[in-house]
């Protein structure tokens, strides 16, 4: 399905998990003070978990579940008269079958609170809403999931959706300061969502009615081939002919009415589309996808992407190549310190940057036809003695052999081909790079004992992406699996203002010392990266203040990782990759060792 841009939206950022509860919340509260009979008044969520329990709101109100409580807010829209419907994931058969996943205890018993919930309410005299609940089989068979996670608020027909990438579940519940903790630790979550109104919401509302409309088809069916009990919960589903009425629901037409700036609310009135994947057939829509690409290779001044993982190939080459024609454009990665198989794919789409970058001075590298020795490729009066060789061929879903195969050539005219002759050195066998292009991750120094560094990092969930005047923020997470195989959504909107007002608050976020800036400058946020690294290499037992959080390069190796680790995965002999690891700097280098080195130690 192909969204075009609709005008007049107004959006606003939503940052972790506290603002976005809370903005639930304040939903929730608009809904309940609409009067009975209010035509198209109803709530409409999408969601790939829901606890049963989980709370709405501020910090706070996760301290009074029976006041805050999803369900005790849902009870109250019913009995103001108005309905709730809610779609959550439900794990195809292989899944249930080999792995188990929590969407399967928590769906089923959020399935029964709410067959609880109407039963109660069938015992009031007035009129009051119905609740239901869609647990969607996933069509996929390869383990592959339906992650879309919004909501839909409409109040008279005139809707309000937040959407993003947080999932009602506790462990998302996190502040801008990152300082909540849960039975004494820190949930170290970072989120990101919009909250819109404006005609984009129909196009939102299109896609939750396409997923509600498979529980018409299955009710409908002539020879059914599937129970709709296993799949809703409503009252009278055990009734072919009352759950096809059960399963009927309303279309909203209505044209939608831009509201005004409220004080304490900032919105900004812009131009919006939705895109998704997996949009009627398996595999057959990436637009989410296309999208991203064509606004990649449009680029002029600045890219920023943040998400668990930042591994899609055909992403990684539309970057590289527009740096390549643009070569002052700003580009800025945050991520996770990903472990195992997910950082070598980190690590993969980072060197596929960092070799082209026009920073990148030399490259060291082990060579298996002589392995006590360790070759160097440096860059001769700006020219690079080697070339970067990308095996990825789009379209070959089921040929992993580039993975294993991404390699660079050293030139004819370098010392390495004087040494070695020539050799193809596969990126697992790189075990230094000097450059000043990274990834990063935010990380805060906590404390030091005994020399050793300890560090607390974040998760970032967030799947957001800011490229020049357009901001994309969705469930959608910039990997292969999400692109082409779970069923996502996100929204592309295009106003500088809110794309430069959300830059800034991501990075004042990470590092609140930051100026207000309305350009991204990857050379400031490299160089406070490694002032903090190299300060706390000098003196590990001077911790940086307190909880300020700052952005720290993937390649940096505390001394808790045995100083030959980086942060981007760990040495698993299962994962290729393994062996890379920083001859220069080895397990046994001593503190000494190390401050003498500072500040100018090596990075890969």
């Not at 998990?17 to 999408?46: D, K, N, S």
């Not at 829509?285 to 990649?296: D, F, G, S």
């Not at 070569?327 to 310190?337: D, E, K």
């Amino acid at each position: 399905m192909a969204y075009t841009v609709r005008p007049y939206n107004r959006v606003r950022f939503l940052l972790d998990g506290e603002e976005i509860f809370t903005a639930l919340e304040q939903c929730f509260e608009m809904m309940v003070r609409e009067r009975r009979g209010t035509p198209l008044t109803y709530v409409r969520m999408a969601f790939w978990l829901i606890e049963e329990g989980i709370c709405v709101g501020n910090t706070a109100a996760f301290t009074r579940p029976d006041t805050s409580s999803l369900l005790h807010h849902i009870g109250r829209v019913l009995w103001a008269g108005h309905n709730v419907d809610i779609i959550v994931w439900y794990p195809n058969l292989k899944t249930r079958l080999s792995s188990p996943e929590q969407q399967i205890d928590e769906h089923d018993a959020l399935a029964r609170r709410i067959a609880d919930l109407n039963a109660q309410l069938e015992l009031h005299p007035g009129p009051v809403g119905r609740a239901r609940l869609y647990r969607e089989r996933y069509e996929g068979i390869s383990g592959s999931s339906q992650h879309q996670k919004f909501a839909i608020f409409s109040v008279n027909g005139q809707r309000t959706v937040v959407l993003g990438g947080l999932n009602m579940a506790q462990r998302y519940l996190d502040n801008v300061t990152h300082t909540i903790q849960i039975d004494g630790e820190h949930t170290n979550w970072h989120d990101t969502a919009v909250k819109i109104t404006g005609p984009v919401t129909a196009d939102i509302e299109d896609e939750w009615m396409r997923r509600w409309r498979k529980v018409m088809a299955i009710a409908k069916a002539k020879v059914p081939t599937e129970r709709l009990s296993n799949h809703l919960t409503a009252p009278g589903v055990d009734n072919q002919w009352k759950s096809a009425h059960a399963a009927d629901i309303q279309e909203n037409l209505t044209v939608q009415k831009l509201p005004v700036d409220t004080p304490n609310e900032r919105f900004y009135a812009l131009p919006a589309r939705v895109a998704v994947t997996r949009y009627s057939l398996p595999f057959n829509v990436c637009e989410i996808h296309e999208q991203i690409l064509t606004r990649i290779q449009r680029a002029r001044e600045r890219i920023y992407f943040e998400n668990n993982q930042l591994t899609d190939p055909d992403i990684v080459r539309a970057i590289y190549q527009r740096m390549k024609e643009v070569p002052s454009l700003q580009v800025l990665i945050v991520t996770n310190p990903n472990q195992s198989g997910v950082g070598y794919l980190t690590r993969r789409a980072w060197l596929h940057l960092a070799l082209r970058h026009p920073s990148c001075r030399n490259i060291t590298f082990m060579c298996k036809d002589a392995p006590n020795r360790a070759g160097t490729l440096t860059r001769v009066n700006g020219v690079p003695q080697w070339t970067v060789e990308d095996h990825y061929r789009p379209g070959r879903t089921t040929q992993h052999q580039w993975l294993q195969t991404d390699c660079i050539i050293p030139s004819k005219t370098s010392a390495a081909y004087r040494d070695f002759g020539a050799l193809q050195v596969k990126f697992e066998d790189i075990i230094d790079v000097d450059v000043d292009f990274h990834f990063f991750t935010p990380a805060v120094h906590v404390a030091a004992v005994r020399a050793e560094i300890t560090l607390r990092t974040l998760t970032i969930h967030s799947k957001l992406a800011i490229i020049d005047d357009w901001l994309v923020c969705g469930s959608a997470n910039w990997t292969y699996r999400s692109m082409q195989y779970d069923g996502e959504i996100s929204v592309f909107m295009q106003d500088r203002m809110l794309a430069t007002h959300t830059l800034v608050r991501l990075l004042q976020h990470y590092d609140p010392t930051m100026t207000l800036t309305t350009e991204l400058s990857t050379a400031t946020i490299d160089r406070r990266a490694r002032d903090l690294a190299d300060f706390i290499l000098i003196d590990p037992r001077r911790p940086v203040q307190p909880g300020r959080f700052v952005l720290l390069p993937l390649e940096y190796r505390p001394l808790e990782f045995d100083g030959a680790l980086s942060l981007f995965y760990s040495l698993d002999e299962r994962v290729p990759g393994w062996k890379a690891r920083d001859l220069i700097r080895r397990p046994t280098q001593t503190l000494a060792n190390i401050r003498q080195e500072a500040p100018n130690w090596r990075w890969w």
